[in-house]
């Protein structure tokens, strides 16, 4: 006689994610309150580690620290694990934009933008490091940006923090990989997001400013969030269990095309 499978809590068919246990850094807005969704909708349980409270999807479990803060990193994680009863999955998602040349940005505007991009991933995952190293199915997915590939005008600052955020997931892939912890990242391009409003509202004419960088989409649209949640979705879970030190674009074809709209 035959019984049925009893479904294990990561079922590797599916991709679903019931009963990991997910800490994703920016879960407040954005990309990282996309991701907290999602991540909710496959039966996780999510803790937003972010500045604010505000804006973090119901049903998941909020800390707030500032991610250049280690003290308050420490005490993010550890509440974080209490709550959840572990972490399996890091998503080093928090971070800020800076525009301009290397003629426009002093050397403290350069600190100020590595340190929650870059050393924001460094803190948070060596605080979490103790509960990954003890999870079933531990990974990292850190968001990164087609600006560690391409040469983006008035974008030093920013895609320098981006490439060393690449670079970092390749290090911290290979440094994990014996232990089982895969780490990966995800390369948007202009996503849709409450960051991107606001450069837009800054615009003298958002509206006409909008459709410039619409026109610059092959696709002719900017990126959801849900677009890249789902990626990092996928990376988080057993469907990607062959997968580290990958970096995955979610762009609209925007860094591989030569493609403009019509
Ligand atoms: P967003 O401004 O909408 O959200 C960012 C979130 O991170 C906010 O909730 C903010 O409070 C939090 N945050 C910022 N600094 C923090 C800090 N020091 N400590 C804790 N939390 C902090 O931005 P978004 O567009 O959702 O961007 C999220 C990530 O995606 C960033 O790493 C960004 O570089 C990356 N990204 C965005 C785009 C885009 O076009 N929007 C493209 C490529 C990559």
Redesign the pocket.
């Known amino acids: 006689m035959t019984t049925a499978a009893t479904p294990t809590t990561h079922d590797p068919r599916t991709g679903e994610l019931d009963g990991v246990r997910a800490l994703v850094?920016?879960?407040?807005?954005?990309?990282?309150?996309?991701i907290v969704t999602a991540m909710l909708a496959r039966g996780a349980r999510v803790t937003?580690?972010?500045?604010?409270t505000q804006?973090v999807p119901d049903g998941a479990h909020a800390e707030v620290?500032?991610?250049?803060?280690d003290a308050a990193v420490r005490v993010a994680v550890e509440n974080a694990a209490t709550a959840m009863g572990g972490i399996d999955v890091v998503v080093?998602?928090?971070?800020?934009?800076a525009q301009g040349t290397v003629a426009d940005n002093d050397d403290a505007e350069w600190l100020r933008v590595l340190?929650?991009?870059v050393l924001?991933i460094v803190r948070v995952t060596r605080a979490a490091l103790p509960h990954l190293r003890a999870s079933g199915c531990p990974a990292v997915v850190n968001?990164?940006?087609?600006?560690a590939w391409t040469g983006l005008p008035a974008r030093a600052l920013?895609s320098a923090?981006?490439g060393a955020?690449q670079a970092l997931t390749l290090a911290m892939a290979a440094d994990h990989v014996t232990e089982g912890v895969r780490v990966n990242c995800?390369?948007?391009?202009?996503?849709?997001?409450?960051?991107?409003?606001?450069l837009l509202d800054a615009a003298a004419d958002p509206a006409a400013e909008r459709s410039a960088l619409e026109a610059r989409q092959p696709t002719g649209r900017?990126?959801s969030?849900e677009a890249?949640a789902h990626a990092v979705c996928y990376l988080a879970s057993p469907l990607a269990s062959a997968t580290t030190g990958e970096a995955l674009a979610v762009?609209g074809g925007m860094h591989n095309l030569r493609v403009r709209p019509q």
């Open positions: 850094t920016g879960g407040a807005s954005g990309i990282g309150a996309a937003s580690v972010d500045r604010t804006g620290a500032d991610v250049t803060d080093n998602n928090a971070g800020i934009g340190d929650v991009n924001g968001t990164c940006s087609i600006a920013y923090s981006k955020v995800v390369n948007p391009g202009t996503v849709d997001t409450p960051w991107v409003g606001r900017l990126v969030a890249v762009d």
